[in-house]
């Protein structure tokens, strides 16, 4: 409309620019040859010079009609544009097994703490199974949001790439069994029972979280579950089966020290699990599904995760003061500071725009990553720090 008003516009001074030039030329003519042959000259420059305004005004009219039409689908073209290979990427959700590596890393590192010994092919086996139930998890997951209508503008979805829901969901069942397989064979092997108990929990808790007929994500308590299973279930019973592997079967106790630290990688895992509802509320307020930021809105979740931030920290240093986790964990845990402001800054800044705010969750994988890394870092370093006091 907007165009077409600024065409016709500049089309009626055009024409009035071209009736004014002939009737001067016609007055012109009327006068001395030599007058008249200069006065030409002029008047036929000024007229070239409105005929190229009226084309640039012309063009800049169509421009801007243009621009504002597809602004209105910018949204849609970048979604269009995004490459198979991001898709591919975004579907495999490589930076998230950070939460299969991180509880093994730390459970790993506190029981060396406590024993002084590291048993590495009972870390790899862990390692190896962990993975297959994180892949069971993404998977089950991707299978039941496109079952609940949650992924069906999700192009990034497993199911969606692939086109099969029941082959995703065989392969899923698969990886669960052999990643439980292998849990409970390192457990055996190590003679520790208890463990098994703790790994069956964390499980449990993955299923009721997204499996039918409970799927507890739908009513907001994602967030618990995750902390459960990936802090206190998971990062103590990888600590039991280390543990267990260099002292007396199921004689091997519980610590304050693996205690506070699973409640710190509960935290940062939760956090994940949280910022990647941002960029899914719209989509989860259509099939009823009750997130937190459905709840809450992302306003105030933004403010929650800086709350979240601020309390992780504080949770550090009341540990470190309590004297349940060695200052050396507090020590190099505080360098991760900048990646958390750097999360709170990021969420408060884009919590509106569902284009950037996706990537806060891989802001967090980084925080859970190297605030994981710098925990089990800490515990090992106090190790070595003990013994070399003891031997002088």
């Not at 544009?81 to 490589?94: H, N, Q």
């Not at 939460?99 to 590495?120: E, K, N, R």
Request: charged share 15%.
């Amino acid at each position: 409309m907007a165009a077409t008003f600024c065409n016709l516009t500049h089309a009626s001074l055009f024409l009035n620019n071209q009736l004014t030039y002939f009737k001067r030329c016609h007055l012109v003519s009327k006068s001395s040859k030599c007058t008249s042959t200069s006065m030409e000259k002029v008047l036929h420059r000024r007229f070239q010079l409105q005929t190229r305004q009226h084309y640039h005004l012309h063009v800049c009219c169509a421009g801007e009609a243009e621009f504002s039409s597809s602004s209105s689908t910018f949204e849609d073209v970048v979604d269009q544009d995004i490459s198979m290979e991001t898709l591919i990427w975004r579907a495999i959700k490589l930076p998230i097994y950070s939460v299969a590596l991180v509880p093994l890393t730390v459970g790993s590192a506190a029981a060396y703490l406590q024993t002084g010994i590291f048993s590495a092919k009972c870390y790899f086996v862990l390692l190896a199974s962990s993975v297959l139930v994180i892949t069971w998890l993404n998977l089950s997951n991707d299978v039941y949001d496109f079952d609940t209508g949650v992924d069906k503008n999700k192009k990034e979805s497993v199911v969606n790439l692939v086109g099969s829901r029941t082959g995703m969901f065989v392969v899923a069942y698969l990886c669960l069994a052999l990643g439980f397989v292998g849990l409970t064979w390192a457990a055996v092997e190590a003679g520790n029972v208890r463990s098994v108990l703790f790994l069956t929990c964390a499980i449990i808790c993955g299923y009721i979280y997204q499996c039918p007929p409970f799927r507890l994500s739908y009513h907001g308590l994602g967030e618990p579950l995750c902390f459960a299973a990936f802090g206190p279930f998971a990062t103590t019973a990888f600590y039991l089966v280390q543990g267990s592997a260099s002292s007396t079967p199921n004689c091997f106790l519980l610590s304050g020290t693996v205690f506070s630290a699973s409640i710190l990688v509960g935290f940062t895992t939760s956090l994940i699990l949280f910022c990647s509802h941002f960029h899914q509320v719209d989509g989860d307020k259509e099939v009823g599904k009750l997130s937190p930021l459905v709840r809450l809105g992302t306003e105030r979740g933004a403010e929650v995760v800086k709350v979240a931030i601020f309390m992780l920290y504080a949770l550090l240093v009341a540990f470190g003061l309590s004297k349940t986790l060695p200052l050396t964990c507090i020590f190099l845990c505080a360098l991760t500071l900048p990646i958390g402001n750097l999360v709170v800054r990021f969420v408060q800044d884009n919590h509106k725009d569902k284009n950037k705010i996706f990537m806060a969750k891989y802001f967090c994988v980084r925080l859970h990553a190297l605030f994981g890394a710098a925990l089990a870092f800490g515990l090992v370093l106090a190790r070595i720090v003990n013994n070399r006091v003891l031997l002088r």
